[in-house]
Every structure is written in structure tokens, then in C-alpha cells.
């Protein structure tokens, strides 16, 4: 017998009442008279959830409430109740350790192959139209903002246009692209690839550039990001990093989770940027240039941005550094 | 019954004390286990580890001897997610659309569509709540709802926010006053005058705030201006990672202060029936349970989270007190609450759960 108080659903005045099992059913008696008989089956036991006191929910309304946790237990089990697997499961130590185990390796997992995959996936789907609208909307962002129409003659634009036109792309047939000439005072020598096939190069970058093939160097690393449709997909990545992040560290401090997403997906984009400079390598031995142009381009540009802004550690940065890209490029020689 | 909680009779007037039994240890397992089958199941479990969690803390928090109790069916809250996911997903393709049109229309049907989805969630939460066997329920209609936060949040905006307290007013009396336990109502009685007093607090000390860190952005900024000649761009991130920093005080400061001083003023100012809340939630005790909570889930990297909610829920119940006039056993059911235990007659508007 366990002592509980009952509640008859009516009203919140508690009765003490005492429990047993008998003939194959719960009965609640008052010390007078059996206020309620059911058969075990027909009363919803909740689970025993840390030391707060358990609730026997009664058919057709009304509850006990039992404070003794053991003596319920035992007359739980003299009816043939047994708690369900995930209740048990909430009780072991054991389950508990190999669950962190389990949710660091589904969240390494997930970080090195499930995003990039889902992403992939997503990518493939996406309709060329809405891929072309989102790099036009951030190219009228660029223009509102940092770019400038630019101030190259037409004639050596034409010339840079063709040259690269006369490339031929490493795998079959080129990605669809778009060569852009900006003037970009605020942000020096550049060249990006925007999402749908643009990509947008700097007068800084054309004038700081001593051979024409370093520029076709740097052309063909943004060829390589439309080439593996990067904009989209890092897109993609980050929204996927940022939801996870945000649903794993949302509560506790937005700015954290930002932190953490910037780390976690700067680490992507250091691997897309390894990737076009291994597809511009091989696009410009492809076309028999050597890809120490691309090395010299690098150069060149770290160079023209040294003492600007590079204090951004290596955990944040979006690049890899230049000398380790410029070694990566040696295997290409 | 058990009368040990009950402290420091006036009267006959009775303080009611709640506490939480609750230990972190122990919701660690729960929690971790839970986290991992939602994981699993590609987050559809996680409906069934909402009831469970949301068990747990009712359950552990105990008035009177007696726990609360949550009764919520998980197919509700599957069903009010993925409403919720199916809209934050528009909302991203229409983000990515990059027409700011589409952008605008979504958000805007969100803010239409709130007060409905608002009153959802108070309906679907106080139903599923019970205490000694008694359901709370929310009556609160449509047409409040949407004067509450379309309306007074639509002043809100156009004010620039001075009307803040007039709509938080609003809202708070509407979550209140619509709020039974059984057949009695609870009633919030702060004026807007109330909101307004703590208002112009909390936007003193943020402008106090924002002067200080623009004094320190301006003070980080005069070297480049050229009145201190040879600093190098290393003042700068020091004058930056200054602001950052500060505003990470700030953010724990008048957050804990705020949310302290609106629990309270709402808490204080309510009855049910002849009870009285007394709620004592303090800032300083806010402040060093996110300090002491933000410093261990950096450390254990996000898993001393059971730990965490569970010292937030534990000094919440802790400083709720409840004076009452004549005890806490004079409570009546509901008529709905008759007619059947589950309420099933109602299921339609009661199986969508739309809180997060």
C-alpha cells in the first residue's frame, strides 16, 4: 500500500488516500470506503521525471499524486507495469556518456560531409532564374555602395574580354559567365564571382597587374567558383551552419552563435578557395600558361593589401593564406 | 495534506512558497537523451522531448506539496512546427529571391497572421497545464489579440517605440486577464502609468549606456582624425573589441534588469481570486546566473545547458510566493473540464501548438 493524494478532478481540495492493487486493478481508498477501482492499464502512470512527485492521471479525470517514489515502483511492478524504453533510457549514466559520444561525432559528421552534401544537394535544385536574380540584387548592392562605374577604355576591356574568351576551361565546356569592369576606390585591387555567371573586376586590379595573364590568372580562379557554382553553395552551407549553430547556441547568446557560425563556415570557404585556384591551375596549363601567374597575381595582391586591414586571424579569414596557397600551386608546375 | 511549504500565516492569509525539485544532474540525461533520438528522427522527435521537457520542469515545480502537471499531445506541436517551418522556409527563398518585395509581403502576413498564432499558443499552453488535477484554460478572442499586437504594436513602430509600454501593457493584461485555473480568473492590474515608470528606468540606463560606448567609439576614432599623431590601426581594434566587450555588459546588465523588473511588475500586480503573487526576481541575481551560465556552456561547449535552465527555473520558483486568502483547496473545475478529461471536444483549436 502507498500513501498518495488524490484529486478528484472536480475540485483542488487533495484527499488522502491509499493505494493497492487488486484483482488485476488499481483501487484508491480513503481508510473508509474504495473511492476509484481501475484496471491498470486504463490509468495513464506518467514516468518518475527527477524527485518531484509522481501523477497517476485517472481514466474520466482526476489524479494521484505520490511522493513515495520507491513504494509506487514496487506496486507499479506487482501489476505488470513497466516503464517505457525512453524513460529507462533517461536513467542511465551509461546512455548519457554515450550520447555526448554520439552527438560530437553526428556533429563532425555533419560539419565535414552531411552540410556540404545537403547543400550540394539543394544547389542542384535551385532554379537558374532565382540563382541569376540573387547575384543581380547583390551586384546592385555592390554598385549602391562600394563599386563605380569603371574607367577603362572600352577598347582595353574589349581586350581583356576577348583574351579570356579565348581561353579554353580545363573540364569541357565553360560555366556560363559575364565579365564586369568596375572602379572600386574603397576596395582595391579585387575580382568576384557573384552568383548566376558575373564576375566583377576591378580597374585596381587591372592597373596593379604587370602582364595581362596574371589578370587572365585571377579570371580564371573566379571561373573556377562559377565553374562549382560556390556563391549558391556557400550560401546554402551557411544557412545550414547558421540554423544548426542557432538552434544549438540560439538561447544562450545570439552574438556567440554569429561567432561560431563565422568560424565554422570561414573554414568552407578557405576549401572553395583551394578549389578554384587548383581549377585556374589547370585551366591555364590547359591553354599552356604556367600557373605561376596565378602565384604572381596572389603576390601581388597580398601585397597591395598589406597594412590595410590582414590582422583578421586565421580561424575567421575566408582565404587561406598566400603563401600556402602559392605552395598548394606548385603541384600544378 | 502537507502543510511543511506553507510559511508565516498573517491572518488568515497564508505565503505559499514555490519551490523546484528539479537537479541539472538529472535533467542532463533526460535532455541528452531526447536530443539525440530528435536528431535522429530529423527533428520530428523533438515534439515528444518539448512535452517531456516541458513535464520535467512542471512536474519538478512544486506549490503546496502538489507538482504542476503538462498534458500536451506531441502530434499538436509536430503540426504547429512544421506551420512555422513551412513559413520561415517562404521567408528564406523569398530572402534569396532577393526581391525585397516578396520579403516584405512575408513579413507582413507574419504580423497579420501573429495575433492568431499568438493566441494558439496561450490557448494550447494553459490548457495543457494542470495543478492538483485542474486545467488552466485562456479565453482571450481574436479581436484582443489583434489589438493588442497588430494594433499596439503598429503604434509601437510609428512612435518609435515610445508607446512600447502601452503595448506591453496591453498585451501582458491580455495574456493575464484571459488566464483561468479551474472557473477562477486571473487579473493583472498594472496601469500603463506602471509600465511607463519602468520604462523610462531601463531607457535611462541605456542611454547612459550608448554615451559611454560612443565616447568610447569617438575616443578610438581621434587618432585617425590626426590629433594624435603615430597611432597605429592597433588603437582602433582596442577602441572596437572595447565597444564589443561593453556592450556584452550591457547586454547583461540591462537585460537581467528589464526582465527582472517587468516579471515582477506583472507578477505583483495580479490576483487570482483572493491570491496574491509576490514575485522578488532580482537583477543581480539574474546577472550572475547568465554570467555563471554563459562562462559554463563556453567551457563545456554547449552541454551544461540541462544545468543552466535548471538554476534559472530553480531561483524563478524560488522568489514566487503566493498569498492566500484561506488556502489553496477552494478551486473549481471548469464546465468543459466535465465533460470530458482531455478536452477532446475541443480538439480542433487545442491540437496546434504554435509556442516555441
Known amino acids: 500500500m502507498v500513501e498518495a493524494r488524490y484529486f478528484d478532478g472536480r475540485s483542488s481540495r487533495p484527499r488522502a488516500v491509499l493505494l493497492d492493487w487488486q484483482d488485476g486493478a488499481l483501487m484508491l481508498n480513503d481508510g473508509e470506503e474504495t473511492l476509484r477501482r481501475h484496471p491498470l492499464q486504463e490509468v495513464d502512470v506518467t514516468e518518475q521525471l527527477g524527485d518531484g512527485p509522481r501523477l497517476l492521471r485517472l481514466p474520466g479525470g482526476g489524479v494521484c499524486e505520490v511522493d513515495d517514489r520507491e513504494g509506487l515502483a514496487s506496486l507499479l511492478q506487482a501489476g505488470g507495469y513497466r516503464d517505457g524504453l525512453v524513460a529507462r533510457g533517461q536513467r542511465s549514466l551509461l546512455l548519457a556518456v554515450l550520447a555526448i559520444v554520439a552527438l560530437i561525432a553526428i556533429a563532425a559528421a555533419g560539419y565535414q560531409w552531411g552540410v556540404p552534401i545537403a547543400a550540394d544537394l539543394v544547389a542542384a535544385r535551385v532554379p537558374e532564374e532565382l540563382v541569376a536574380r540573387s547575384g543581380e540584387e547583390t551586384l546592385e548592392l555592390l554598385d549602391d555602395h562600394w563599386l563605380r562605374p569603371s574607367r577603362l577604355p572600352g577598347a582595353r576591356r574589349e581586350a581583356l574580354r576577348s583574351q ?27 575580382a568576384f564571382a557573384l552568383p548566376g555567371g ?86 591555364l596549363q590547359h591553354n599552356n600558361l604556367s600557373s ?22 586565421s580561424l575567421l579569414s575566408t582565404h587561406p593564406h598566400t603563401a600556402e596557397r602559392i605552395e598548394a ?3 600544378h608546375r | 495534506m502537507d502543510l511543511s511549504e506553507t510559511h508565516d500565516a498573517v491572518g488568515n492569509t497564508q505565503e505559499y512558497r514555490l ?23 530529423l527533428g520530428i522527435y523533438s ?31 509536430l503540426k504547429g512546427r512544421l506551420l512555422v517551418f513551412g513559413i520561415f522556409v517562404i521567408y ?70 515610445l508607446a512600447a509600454p502601452w503595448a506591453m501593457q496591453g498585451q501582458a493584461r491580455y495574456k493575464m486577464n484571459n488566464l483561468f485555473f479551474g472557473q477562477s480568473n486571473f487579473e493583472m492590474t498594472a496601469t500603463v502609468g506602471d509600465y511607463y515608470k519602468v ?125 492566500a486568502d484561506g488556502g489553496l483547496d477552494d478551486f473549481l473545475a471548469h464546465a468543459e473540464q466535465d465533460v470530458g478529461a482531455t478536452g477532446e471536444e475541443a480538439a480542433d483549436w487545442l491540437d496546434l501548438d504554435l509556442g516555441l
Open chain 1, 292 to 313: 605561376e601567374w596565378l602565384a604572381t597575381a596572389l603576390q601581388r595582391l597580398e601585397q597591395a593589401h598589406a597594412g590595410k586591414v590582414d590582422g583578421t586571424p
Open chain 2, 19 to 41: 519551490s523546484f525539485t528539479g537537479s541539472g544532474g538529472d535533467y542532463f540525461r533526460i535532455w541528452i537523451v531526447n536530443l539525440l533520438l530528435s536528431i535522429c528522427t
Open chain 2, 92 to 161: 528564406q527563398v523569398a530572402g534569396f529571391s532577393g526581391s525585397l518585395g516578396l520579403v516584405y509581403a512575408v513579413l507582413g502576413l507574419v504580423f497579420l497572421i501573429s495575433p492568431w498564432m499568438i493566441r494558439q499558443a496561450l490557448r494550447f499552453r494553459a490548457w495543457n497545464t494542470s495543478y492538483r488535477g485542474l486545467r488552466f484554460h485562456f479565453a482571450g478572442t481574436l479581436g484582443e489579440a489583434f489589438r493588442a499586437y497588430v494594433g499596439r504594436g503598429l503604434a509601437t513602430a510609428i512612435t518609435l517605440g
Open chain 1, 164 to 190: 579570356f574568351a579565348a581561353l579554353r576551361p580545363p573540364d569541357g565546356e565553360a560555366p556560363h559567365w559575364r565579365l564586369l569592369f568596375r572602379a572600386a576606390p574603397q576596395v582595391g585591387a579585387n
Open chain 1, 198 to 283: 558575373d564576375i566583377v573586376l576591378t580597374d585596381e586590379l587591372v592597373a596593379l597587374a604587370r602582364d595581362d595573364r596574371e589578370i587572365m590568372a585571377v579570371l580564371a580562379h573566379e571561373l573556377g567558383h562559377q565553374h562549382y557554382r560556390h556563391g549558391l553553395r556557400s550560401a546554402l552551407q551557411g544557412i545550414i551552419v547558421g540554423a544548426a549553430v542557432t538552434a544549438w547556441l540560439g538561447d544562450v547568446s545570439t552574438a556567440l552563435a554569429g561567432l561560431s557560425s563565422a568560424v565554422l563556415g570561414a573554414r568552407y570557404s578557405r576549401e572553395f578557395e583551394r578549389e578554384a585556384d587548383t581549377y585556374a591551375a589547370r585551366m
Open chain 1, 329 to 331: 600551386l606548385k603541384v
Open chain 2, 199 to 323: 520604462f523610462l528606468k531601463i531607457l535611462g540606463l541605456m542611454l547612459l549606456a550608448l554615451a559611454i560606448s560612443f565616447g568610447a567609439i569617438f575616443l578610438s576614432y581621434l587618432p585617425m582624425a590626426g590629433f594624435a599623431p603615430g597611432v597605429t590601426p592597433d588603437g582602433v581594434a582596442i577602441g572596437i573589441i572595447g565597444v564589443v566587450a561593453f556592450y556584452f555588459v550591457v547586454f547583461f546588465l540591462i537585460g537581467p534588469y528589464a526582465w527582472s523588473r517587468l516579471l515582477n511588475l506583472v507578477w505583483n500586480n495580479s490576483t487570482l481570486g483572493r491570491i496574491r503573487f509576490v514575485s522578488t526576481v532580482r537583477a543581480r541575481g539574474l546577472l550572475w546566473i547568465s554570467l555563471t551560465n554563459l562562462l559554463g556552456l563556453i567551457l563545456t561547449l554547449g552541454f551544461y545547458w540541462p544545468w543552466a535552465v535548471v538554476r534559472l527555473a530553480r531561483y524563478r520558483a524560488e522568489h514566487t510566493a503566493l498569498l
Open chain 2, 47 to 77: 515534439a515528444w522531448a518539448k512535452v517531456r521537457r516541458l513535464q520535467y520542469f512542471h512536474r519538478n515545480t512544486l506549490l503546496a506539496g502538489s507538482g504542476f502537471d503538462y498534458h500536451g499531445n506531441p502530434v499538436g506541436i
